[in-house]
């Protein structure tokens, strides 16, 4: 059974870091994605960042473009997002998330439970 933790989540003032972590156990296969996303209250959850296994590929989200950085370990399974320049409105539940293609279609397969983000300006 695939788990993914998440960790690394906190309060922080405007302009801090945090750096999030996924730990991930269980995969039987690499997933063909990986990402981050993200859900403020009363907002829809989306992703804010995604590798891809089959190609170089890194997405981000306009909005985080420069600020935030997702990398990974392959070796160790972890999964990480380093965040600069936080803003208030970065403050939402983190959650990593992993995938595979249905065709054409990302399937988000798997998920972690969820650090919660926290910005004061």
């Known amino acids: 059974q695939v788990q993914l933790v998440e960790s690394g989540g906190g309060s922080v003032q405007a302009g801090g870091s945090l750096r999030l972590s996924c730990a991930a156990s269980g995969y039987t296969y690499s997933p063909n994605f990986k990402g981050w996303f993200r859900q403020a209250p009363g907002k829809e959850r989306e992703v804010i960042a995604l590798?891809?296994?089959?190609?170089?590929?890194?997405y981000y989200v306009e909005d985080v473009k420069g600020r935030f950085a997702i990398s990974q370990d392959k070796a160790r399974d972890m999964l990480y997002l380093q965040m600069n320049s936080l803003k208030p409105e970065d403050t939402a539940m983190y959650y990593c998330?992993?995938?595979?293609?249905?065709?054409?279609?990302?399937?988000?397969?798997?998920w972690g439970q969820g650090t919660q983000v926290t910005v004061s300006s």
């Open positions: 998330a992993a995938g595979e293609w249905a065709g054409n279609i990302r399937k988000w397969r798997y």
């Open positions: 590798i891809s296994m089959d190609d170089p590929g890194i």
